[in-house]
C-alpha cells in the first residue's frame, strides 16, 4: 500500500491526536488554534501534491483518484479558511476551545474519507464520522441570558441528521439485497440490470435523501435555518460550505450508477431542485438575519447544484462539480467578511452592515463580491458556474427547469442586492469602524481572487473536473 | 468569405477594454483626489487616442468584422475570446471612447467624495460597454452586459441625488430581470448551431425553426427593450437619471441605452428574422407609444433632468420605429440616430448639471433668464436643444428624417401617427429653452452666476461640433457603416425565405 496516497487523511489523523493531547491540559486555547492551522495548512499541501495520485487502498474500499483529491483540495482549503478567519473563536467558552478545534479536525477528516470511500459500510462509517463532530460543535456557542437557541438548534441537528441517517442506511440495504455486494464495482453492474425493479428506484431515492440531508436540499432542509442561526458564525461559516462538498462527491458516486433514460429518478431530482429554489429564494426574500438568509440561499444553492445532477450525464455532473466548488469559495467569502464585522461573535443582521464601506472598505468589498458572486453576476465564478449547469440541463433537454432556474437567479438577486445596498448606499451613523486582522484580509483578497479566477478562466478546473467525473467510473 | 479580419499586428480591441481595467485597479495606488482625477483622465484621453486608429484603420468597404481577436476560452463549451467590429459597431466604440473623457471632466469638482472609486467605476463602465460592443462570442458579450451592472449601480447609489437609494435598486432589478431569459436564449441559440458555437458571425442565419425563433425573439425583445428603453418597460429610466451624477446619466443615455438597440441590430435581425415579422408590428406600436408618451410626459415636467430623460424615451423610440421597419433608410437613420442621441442628449445631461453645480437646482423655475448671466452656456445649451427637436443643419435632423423616409415606405398611416412627436419634441424643447434664456429672473441669486469656464468648455466643444459636423456633412459618418447595413438586410432577407 502506498502511503503517499494516504497523506492527506494521515497528517489530519495526527493533528486530530496532537490536539486532543492539547485538549487535555487548561489554558491552552492558542496552541490548539496554532496547531489546527498548521495541520490544516499541511493538509492542504498534502492534497495539492495528491493531486495526481491514483490507486486503492484497503482492499478497494477506499480509493484515491482525481475525483476524490479534487473535493479534498476544496475541504481543505474550507478548513483552512475557516481556521484562519475564525481562529478566535469569538462566541466560543473559552476552556472549549480545544475542543473545538478537535471535533473541527475529526468532521473534516470525516469528509475526506467520505470522499473515497467506495464501498458501503466504509461511506457509512465515514458519512457518520463526519457528522458527529458538527452535532457538537453547534452548541458549543455561548449561552446568551434566558435564550437557548443554541441547544435547540442542535436537537434539532441531531434529529434531522439521525433521521436521514437511518434513511440512507435503509436504502443502502435495499442496494445491498439487490446486488449481494457493498462495493460500488459490484454495484453498478448489478444495478444496470435492475432498473426496472421498484426496490431499485426506492433504494437509490432511500439513498439519495440522506445526502439531501447533508446538502440541505428540499425537503431534507429543515434544520439549516435554525443551525445556521443559532450556531457561531464560524461554525456556521463550516457547515454552510464544507460538508456539501461530501454531499455533492457521494451524490455524483451514487447518480453514476444510472443513465439518462432513468425517468423515476430524473422527475425525482427535477422536482427537488425545482422546490428547493423556490423554497430557498423565496423565504430568503424576508429575512433580516444574514446568517439565516445565506441559510435560505444555500437551500437555492443546493437546487442549483441538482440542475446539473438531473441530467444523469458526465458533463452534468461535472457542471456541478464545479458550481459546488465556486459557491464553497463564494461562500466563504461572505463569511469571512461577516466573522470581521461581528465584534464579539454575535449575530450580524443586514442593518448592523450599514455603511460598512466607510467602516472598513475591504470588508465590504469582499462581501460585495461574495454577494454578487453568490447572485450569479458576472464576471465571479457564480456566473460561469451557473451557465455550466444551464448549458449541460438545456443540453440535456429540460427546458423547463432551466428556465425555471433563470428566473430563480432574478428572485435572489433581490436579497442580495440588499446587502450591498445597505453597505454602500446608507450611512453607518455611530457605528464603530471594522478591523480585518491581517491574516483574514490576505485569506479574503486571496479568496477574492479565487472567484474572479473561477469566473473568468474556468477551462482547467471544468476540464479536471470532467476527467475526474470519467475517472470515477470504476466498474466499466 | 472570412468573417473576421485583422488590421492591425496588435490587439488594438483587448488593449482598449483592458486598458480602463488596470486604470481603474492602479487608481486605488494613487494617493490623492487629484492625482485620481488626472489619472483617469489621461487613460480616458489615451483610450480615446488609440480608438481613433480604429476610424483611420477602417475598411468601410465591407462587411467583415475588422481589428479581429479570436483565441480559445472555454474549449470545453467551445467558448471563444472574441472581439472584432464593423459598421454598426464602430461608431458607438468611438461614441463610447469620445465620451469617457468628457464624463471625467464633468466630474472635475461636482464630485467631491469618494473621489478614487468613483472614477475607478468610471472606468470600469468604460471597460464593459466597449466590451458590449466588440464582443463576438455570446458568452462574452453577455459577461460584459450584466458586468456593467454592478459599477453603474454604484455610480447611482453612491454617488447620486436624494432618491439614489430607490434609483439605483430599481434600475439593477429592472434591467437584471430583463435579462434573465437572455442567456438561457444564447444557450437555445448554441444547441441549435451545428457546430455548437457562441461565435456571434456563425450563429446568424442559421435555419432555427420558426416557432424556437419566435420564443428567442421574445427572450431576446424583453432585455433589450428594457435596455433601450422602450414603452412601456423605460420606468427605471427616469429615475435613474434623475438621480445620477452628470456623468453617470450622460453614460445611460449616451452609452448604455444603445446597447439595447444595438441588440436588437447584432442579434435580432439576423438570427431570428422570422420572429422579428412576426413581432415587429407590436414592436413599431411600441416605439409609435414611445415617442408619443415621451413627448407628452417631458411637456409635462418642471425638473429639467426628467424633461431630457423623457425626452430621451421618445427619441429611442424613433431608434426602435427605424430599426423595425426592416428597410435601408429606417436602419440608416435608426443607427445614425443613436450616434446623434448619444451626443445631443449627453451634451443636454452635461448642461444641466453645470446649472446644477451652481444654482443646487434641476428645477426649471429656478433657472429662468439664466440667458442675461450666461450668455456662452445658452448658446450652447440653444444648439443642443434645436439639435433635441431636429432642427434642420444639425445632426438629429438627418437621422430622424431618415427614420421618417424608412417609416413612409412601410407604412403611410404609422409615419402620420408620428408626426405628432416630432411636433411635440418642439414643444417641450422650445418651452425649456425660452424660459431659460429669455424668462424674467426671479431669483436674485442668479445674479451670481458665473459663465462656463474653460473646463466646461472644452466639455461641451466637442459635442457642439459633431452636432453640427453631422448635421451638416453626415457622409462621412453614413459612409462607416453602409456596407454593413446593407450586408445585414442581406442576412435578414436571407433568413426569411432560406
Not at chain 1, 6 to 29: D, K, M, N
Not at chain 1, 55 to 77: N, W
Request: proline residues 4%; glycine residues 8%; charged residues 10%.
Amino acid at each position: 500500500m502506498n502511503l503517499i496516497l494516504f497523506a492527506p487523511e494521515s497528517l489530519l489523523l495526527a493533528g486530530c491526536l496532537v490536539v486532543f493531547i492539547v485538549s487535555l491540559g487548561t489554558g491552552r486555547a492558542r496552541l490548539a488554534a496554532l496547531v489546527t492551522l498548521c495541520t490544516a495548512l499541511a493538509g492542504l499541501a498534502a492534497c495539492a501534491a495528491t493531486l495526481v495520485c491514483r490507486g486503492d487502498l484497503f482492499f478497494h474500499a477506499y480509493r484515491v483518484d482525481l475525483f476524490s483529491q479534487l473535493f479534498k483540495l476544496f475541504i481543505m482549503l474550507g478548513l483552512v479558511a475557516v481556521t484562519v478567519f475564525g481562529r478566535r473563536l469569538k462566541d466560543i467558552r473559552a476552556d472549549a476551545h480545544p475542543e473545538y478545534f478537535l471535533f473541527l479536525l475529526l468532521g473534516t477528516l470525516g469528509l475526506l474519507f467520505l470522499v473515497s470511500s467506495i464501498e458501503l459500510i466504509t461511506l457509512f462509517v465515514a458519512l457518520e464520522l463526519s457528522s458527529y463532530p458538527l452535532y457538537l460543535l453547534v452548541p458549543l456557542r455561548q449561552e446568551q441570558p434566558g435564550l437557548r437557541a443554541q441547544m435547540e438548534a442542535a436537537a434539532k441537528y441531531v434529529m434531522f441528521g439521525i433521521v436521514s441517517t437511518g434513511v440512507f442506511l435503509f436504502g443502502m440495504s435495499y442496494l445491498f439485497g439487490l446486488s449481494g455486494s457493498t462495493y460500488f464495482r459490484d454495484l453498478g453492474p448489478a444495478l444496470a440490470q435492475h432498473w426496472s425493479d421498484p426496490a431499485a428506484v426506492v433504494g437509490m431515492t432511500l439513498v439519495l435523501a440522506g445526502l439531501f440531508f447533508k446538502l440541505a436540499a428540499f425537503p431534507m432542509q429543515l434544520w439549516a435555518p435554525d443551525v445556521y442561526q443559532s450556531a457561531s458564525n464560524e461554525t456556521t461559516a463550516f457547515i454552510a460550505a464544507v460538508p456539501k462538498l461530501g454531499a455533492v462527491a457521494v451524490l455524483i458516486r451514487f447518480l453514476l450508477f444510472a443513465t439518462p433514460a432513468d425517468h423515476v429518478l430524473t422527475t425525482a431530482l427535477v422536482i427537488v431542485s425545482v422546490c428547493s429554489m423556490f423554497f430557498g429564494n423565496l423565504a430568503a426574500l424576508v429575512q433580516q438575519d444574514v446568517k439565516r438568509m445565506l441559510a435560505y440561499s444555500s437551500i437555492a444553492h443546493a437546487g442549483y447544484v441538482l440542475v446539473g445532477l438531473v441530467t444523469l450525464r458526465a458533463a452534468g455532473y461535472a457542471a456541478a462539480m464545479f458550481y459546488i466548488f465556486s459557491f464553497v469559495a463564494m461562500s466563504l467569502l461572505a463569511f469571512l467578511a461577516l466573522c470581521q464585522v461581528s465584534r464579539d461573535g454575535e449575530n450580524v443582521t443586514a442593518e448592523d452592515l450599514s455603511g460598512l464601506h466607510k467602516r472598513s472598505p475591504l470588508a465590504a468589498l469582499l462581501l460585495g463580491a461574495g454577494m454578487f458572486a453568490l447572485a450569479g453576476i458576472p464576471p465571479f465564478a457564480g456566473f460561469m458556474g451557473k451557465f455550466m449547469l444551464l448549458a449541460e440541463a438545456l443540453r440535456g433537454g429540460f427546458v423547463v427547469l432551466v428556465v425555471l432556474a433563470a428566473l430563480n437567479t432574478a428572485l435572489g438577486v433581490y436579497y442580495y442586492l440588499n446587502i450591498v445596498r445597505v453597505m454602500y448606499l446608507s450611512e453607518p451613523g455611530d457605528r464603530p469602524a471594522v478591523r480585518l486582522d491581517p491574516l483574514s484580509a490576505t485569506l479574503g483578497v486571496v479568496l477574492l481572487a479565487l472567484v474572479l479566477v473561477m469566473g473568468v478562466i474556468p477551462a482547467r478546473l471544468l476540464d479536471n473536473a470532467l476527467a475526474s467525473v470519467h475517472a470515477a467510473v470504476i466498474w466499466k | 468569405m472570412n468573417v473576421l479580419v485583422s488590421n492591425l499586428s496588435w490587439p488594438l480591441l483587448s488593449v482598449l477594454i483592458f486598458l480602463p481595467l488596470a486604470g481603474a485597479l492602479l487608481l486605488f495606488l494613487l494617493r490623492s483626489d487629484r492625482a485620481a482625477r488626472v489619472g483617469a483622465l489621461l487613460v480616458t484621453l489615451v483610450n480615446a487616442a488609440l480608438s481613433l486608429q480604429l476610424y483611420t484603420g477602417f475598411n468601410a468597404a465591407t462587411a467583415q468584422y475588422q481589428f479581429a481577436e479570436d483565441l480559445a476560452w472555454v474549449p470545453a463549451l467551445n467558448i471563444r475570446y472574441t472581439l472584432g467590429v464593423d459598421g454598426i459597431s464602430l461608431l458607438l466604440v468611438l461614441l463610447t471612447t469620445l465620451l469617457m473623457p468628457l464624463c471625467v471632466l464633468c466630474s472635475w469638482r461636482a464630485i467631491g467624495v469618494r473621489v478614487k472609486e468613483f472614477f475607478a467605476c468610471i472606468l470600469l463602465m468604460e471597460a464593459a460597454m466597449l466590451g458590449v460592443f466588440v464582443a463576438l462570442d455570446f458568452v462574452l458579450f453577455y459577461i460584459f452586459w450584466e458586468a456593467m451592472l454592478i459599477p453603474m449601480f454604484l455610480l447611482i447609489g453612491v454617488w447620486g441625488g436624494p432618491r439614489k437609494v430607490y434609483a439605483s435598486v430599481k434600475f439593477f432589478l429592472y434591467t437584471l430581470a430583463g435579462s434573465v431569459l437572455l442567456p438561457v436564449a444564447i444557450l437555445a441559440l448554441y444547441l441549435h448551431s451545428t457546430p455548437h458555437t457562441f461565435s456571434i458571425p456563425a450563429l446568424m442565419g442559421q435555419p432555427y425553426a420558426a416557432t424556437l425563433q419566435g420564443w428567442l425573439f421574445l427572450a431576446f425583445f424583453v432585455a433589450f427593450a428594457v435596455k433601450v428603453p422602450m414603452f412601456p418597460f423605460h420606468t427605471w429610466l427616469p429615475a435613474a437619471h434623475v438621480e445620477a451624477p452628470t456623468a453617470g446619466s450622460v453614460l445611460l443615455a449616451s452609452v448604455l441605452l444603445k446597447m439595447g438597440a444595438y441588440g436588437f441590430l447584432r442579434f435580432c435581425l439576423p438570427m431570428t428574422p422570422l420572429g422579428v415579422v412576426a413581432f415587429a408590428p407590436y414592436v413599431l406600436a411600441l416605439s409609435v407609444a414611445g415617442i408619443l408618451y415621451g413627448g407628452l410626459t417631458a411637456l409635462a415636467q418642471s425638473d429639467m433632468k426628467r424633461l431630457v430623460a423623457y425626452s430621451s424615451v421618445a427619441h429611442m423610440g424613433f431608434v426602435t420605429l427605424g430599426i423595425f421597419v426592416l428597410n435601408t433608410s429606417g436602419l440608416e437613420g435608426a443607427l445614425l440616430q443613436m450616434i446623434n442621441h448619444g451626443v445631443t442628449t449627453g451634451a443636454l445631461f452635461l448642461c444641466v448639471g453645470i446649472i446644477y453645480e451652481r444654482t443646487h437646482s434641476r428645477e426649471l423655475s429656478a433657472a429662468t433668464g439664466i440667458g442675461r448671466m450666461m450668455p456662452v452656456y445658452v448658446t450652447a445649451l440653444a444648439i443642443f436643444g434645436l439639435s433635441s427637436f431636429a432642427f434642420p443643419g444639425t445632426n438629429n435632423f438627418v437621422g430622424e428624417f431618415l427614420v421618417l423616409v424608412g417609416t413612409f415606405a412601410f407604412s403611410t398611416k404609422l409615419a402620420f401617427l408620428t408626426i405628432p412627436g416630432v411636433v411635440l419634441s418642439a414643444a417641450y424643447m422650445l418651452r425649456m429653452l425660452q424660459r431659460m434664456i429669455w424668462g424674467g429672473t426671479q431669483n436674485p441669486d442668479s445674479s451670481h452666476l458665473l459663465d462656463l469656464n474653460w473646463r466646461e468648455i472644452v466639455t461641451l466643444a466637442p459635442l457642439l461640433l459633431l452636432v453640427l459636423w453631422i448635421g451638416l456633412m453626415p457622409g462621412p459618418f453614413m459612409k462607416m457603416f453602409h456596407v454593413s447595413v446593407s450586408h445585414l438586410l442581406q442576412q435578414f432577407h436571407a433568413g426569411l425565405h432560406p
